[in-house]
T-cell receptor, first 113, second 110 residues
């Protein structure tokens, strides 16, 4: 089955530790995105990538880093510099054609204690 | 000004009611528009794309007004199962930069 997979679904980390969230898609999509969602809030764009080996900062990139070494993978690292990392993280992908929808993974709920 | 703004919620409506949401966007060069639905603690899922000519899918109608830079979603004959958060999504530039509105909560009550 084609789709986009995020892992793990729940993640707990101690304050001050870096953590990497996985996002893999087998839809052959060029574009991939990372969003953050806080309780009762909308989605805010962290980073996005339109093509392999290229990515751009979104609205809230500080404290995060990404890589796009392979078309199917777009991991997100939440660094210790992120002041308030506890949130719901959503990864999405879409074809490069701007008129098509984005498909989401099931999300990773990160809790930093 | 935010790139994408939506009506504040929540909207509390009885079953059978008609409810409308609006969403405005700031970039006049935006090319594509979508409405997504998000259930509690789940990922967003596409409800419908929004075309210049408007489009309808059963009880749902979406419209685009480029001159005023807003899109709308109309839900007729609301069902309990329509209760969710509705997210307006705009592709702000060529090459896919998808920006979401903050979402509007809809609660349909019996």
């Amino acid at each position: 089955d084609g789709g986009i997979t995020q892992s793990p679904k729940y993640l707990f980390r101690k304050e001050g530790q870096n953590v990497t969230l996985s996002c893999e898609q087998n839809l052959n999509h060029d574009a991939m995105y990372w969003y953050r969602q806080d309780p009762g809030q909308g989605l805010r764009l962290i980073y996005y990538s339109q093509i392999v080996n290229d990515f751009q900062k979104g609205d809230i990139a500080e404290g995060y880093s990404v890589s796009r070494e392979k078309k199917e993978s777009f991991p997100l690292t939440v660094t210790s510099a992120q002041k308030n990392p506890t949130a719901f993280y959503l990864c999405a992908s879409s074809p490069r054609d701007e008129n098509t929808e984005a498909f989401f993974g099931q999300g990773t709920r990160l809790t930093v204690v | 000004r935010k790139e994408v703004e939506q009506d504040p919620g929540p909207f509390n409506v009885p079953e059978g009611a008609t409810v409308a949401f609006n969403c405005t966007y700031s970039n006049s060069a935006s090319q594509s528009f979508f409405w997504y639905r998000q259930d509690c603690r789940k990922e967003p899922k596409l409800l419908m794309s929004v075309y210049s000519s408007g489009n309808e899918d059963g009880r749902f109608t979406a419209q685009l007004n480029r001159a005023s830079q807003y899109i709308s979603l109309l839900i007729r004959d609301s069902k309990l199962s329509d209760s969710a958060t509705y997210l307006c999504v705009v592709n702000l530039e060529y090459g896919n930069k998808l920006v979401f509105g903050a979402g509007t909560i809809l609660r349909v009550k019996s």
